[in-house]
């Protein structure tokens, strides 16, 4: 894909994910609008996926730790062809395949169940070095919340990532600077985050979290560390596209009202 199709894939994603939150009646947009074109890099242009064959043993695979952000996940599988984009409007319903949180059972091309915070580099790093014993040349890419990095679990993958030179494991933090709680910065900090991953002995790079092109250089400079794990940090904002959702962190779980999705739809024109 060109940078403007990417974008533009970015804002559909952004787009889908107020539209299932307002016709399901919950879910957590503002986390999810902050990793749309991370999402719309890595499904569009970047990683080896069949979505005919969600399950193909040679592909790359991707885990969203901050699971709560799944809906973007949702609609990027969707538009990517893993399942009908009109199934995003049951999400969160018994009848329905998207759960609250990632289901690798219930949902096809979900690679890992999450939800429980902090998991998702140990798991990213079991299937990195899985796909390195079985000789597959692919990748396993992990996206971690800021706030999430202030559990333990996050470090002691990082330090056997790093033992192990696992150069097929890329880590994107989403560095929005807010937790459910307020700004991380507040709360419990972590900043400078980069500093702690170069101590951890990672590949690190610091970027524009929004600018696709930026996403799509820094993975291929990841891609060519080859005994090192590498870690992404990606400044971004919550709830990005939207201007009343923008670095807001009331919308954090919240579900906008039919007139808050008509104005999602005019900022995000064009999607």
């Not at 074109?37 to 040679?58: C, G, H, K, N, T």
């Not at 059972?105 to 390195?132: C, E, F, Q, Y």
């Not at 005994?227 to 906008?256: L, Q």
């Amino acid at each position: 894909m060109t940078a403007e199709e990417l974008r533009q894939t970015a804002n559909r994603i952004r787009l889908d994910v107020v539209e299932a939150i307002h016709a399901s009646g919950d879910g957590h947009p503002g986390p999810s609008m902050s990793i749309a074109d991370i999402l719309s890099v890595l499904y569009f242009d970047q990683m080896d996926i069949r979505p005919e064959a969600p399950r193909w043993p040679e592909r790359d695979r991707m885990i969203l730790s901050k699971g709560h952000a799944c809906p973007a996940l949702y609609a990027a599988l969707a538009r990517r062809g893993f399942f009908p984009v009109e199934e995003l409007n049951r999400l969160r319903t018994l009848e329905g395949m998207l759960q609250g949180h990632p289901d690798m059972h219930k949902t096809p091309g979900v690679d890992s169940v999450s939800g429980s915070l902090g998991n998702g580099v140990a798991i990213g790093l079991g299937m990195a070095l899985g796909l390195r014993m079985q000789g597959i040349g692919r990748f396993a890419y992990v996206i971690v919340g800021d706030g999430e990095m202030q559990e333990g679990v996050i470090w002691e993958a990082a330090m056997a990532a790093a033992r192990h030179g696992a150069g097929n494991l890329i880590v994107f933090g989403d560095l929005n600077n807010h937790q459910s709680g307020g700004h991380v910065t507040e709360l419990s900090s972590l900043y400078p985050v980069e500093d702690k991953w170069k101590a951890f002995h990672w590949h690190t790079q610091m970027i524009d979290g929004h600018d696709v092109e930026a996403i799509r250089a820094a993975i291929l400079k990841a891609k060519a560390e080859k005994d090192r794990p590498s870690f992404i940090g990606c400044k971004t904002v919550k709830g990005k596209g939207v201007s009343y959702m923008e670095d807001n962190n009331a919308w954090h779980k919240r579900v906008p009202t039919a007139e808050e999705v008509e104005t999602a739809r005019k900022e995000l024109a064009g999607a």
